[in-house]
């Protein structure tokens, strides 16, 4: 990935700050939005982007999605943004975004719960087959037994 204009992390919370403010205008279409990844663990490095999960009050509108996009690049001071519709996406990424909890923003507490709730279950039943899986594989590789 080219780094066209890395992160500048003294201005980054700043940057979180103005991204609230703008997303107050989509506030009837947005249910949550989170903070993940490195920058929510704030391992800021050269290279690191900055990973936001959106969950939209559906049905998610491409035009939104990408003014909210729009919205975050210009806040953060950067094109290094990682937009991620938690709506539609896979339960790893969903999880990632839930795991650490950082809410940048949020309108209605309930639905935000409710997706937790509903990641968490399914992340947690789909646990042991993830790691029957992952066993097998390491044990193809010859990395375990």
């Known amino acids: 990935m080219i780094h066209r204009r890395p ?3 003294t201005d980054f919370a ?3 700050d ?4 703008k997303l107050e205008k989509h506030a009837s279409d947005v249910i949550a939005v989170y903070l993940f990844g490195s920058c929510a663990r704030n391992e800021f490095k050269p290279l690191s982007d900055v990973d936001i999960g959106i ?5 998610v509108k491409s ?8 919205n975050a690049m210009e806040a953060l001071h950067t094109e290094e943004v990682d937009l991620v519709v938690l709506n539609d996406a896979p339960l790893h990424i969903q999880y990632e975004a839930i795991k650490e909890r ?5 309108t209605n507490h309930e639905r935000r719960a409710d997706f937790e709730t509903r990641v968490l279950m399914e992340y947690l039943d789909f646990a042991p087959i993830r790691n029957e899986f992952f066993k ?3 044990k193809r590789l010859g990395l375990g037994g």
């Open 55 to 59: 969950l939209f009050v559906p049905p």
């Open 18 to 21: 103005r991204f609230k403010i």
């Open 102 to 106: 950082k809410i940048i923003f949020c």
């Open 7 to 9: 992160i500048d992390f």
């Open 63 to 70: 035009e939104l999605e990408t003014r909210v996009l729009i």
């Open 136 to 138: 097998e594989y390491m």
């Open 14 to 16: 700043a940057g979180l």
